[in-house]
Nanobody
Framework: VQLQASGGGLVQAGGSLRLSCAASGFASDLHSVAWFRQAPGKEREGVSC????????TYADSVKGRFTFSRDNAKNTMYLQMNSLKPEDTAVYYCAARFNRIVYSMCLDPSVYDYWGQGTQVTVSS
């Protein structure tokens, strides 16, 4: 599986961006997909994830109500709509995926994902 992230950029605080992640190679068999981010000097943190068969996306507390994660299986693409952006959202954003099932509690753990996109920079100015 190959993942290709895009859509990052520079935006003012309060603005919006939509990230995309196109998957190729048996993408329809993926069980879990997720977005992570990593700011300079910080550990990679989970932003949102979707597990097949679940009721919907899981979000980190820091982005709840502002970010929306969606998955278009027909296009093998997933999206992260980011609204009301804050300077603290500045980071490199990565999409990730895995085939095997994981439990809910592991969904935002970067160590369980096998496939990663190259990252796209999001910069929010104050």
């Amino acid at each position: 599986v190959q993942l290709q992230a895009s859509g990052g950029g520079l935006v003012q605080a309060g603005g919006s961006l939509r990230l995309s992640c196109a998957a190729s190679g048996f993408a329809s068999d993926l069980h879990s997909v997720a977005w992570f981010r990593q700011a300079p000097g910080k550990e990679r943190e989970g932003v949102s994830c979707i597990r097949s068969g679940s009721n919907g996306p899981t979000y980190a507390d820091s982005v709840k109500g502002r970010f929306t994660f969606s998955r278009d299986n027909a296009k093998n693409t997933m999206y992260l709509q980011m609204n009301s952006l804050k300077p603290e959202d500045t980071a490199v954003y990565y999409c990730a995926a895995r085939f095997n099932r994981i439990v809910y509690s592991m969904c935002l753990d970067p160590s369980v994902y096998d496939y990663w996109g190259q990252g796209t920079q999001v910069t929010v100015s104050s």
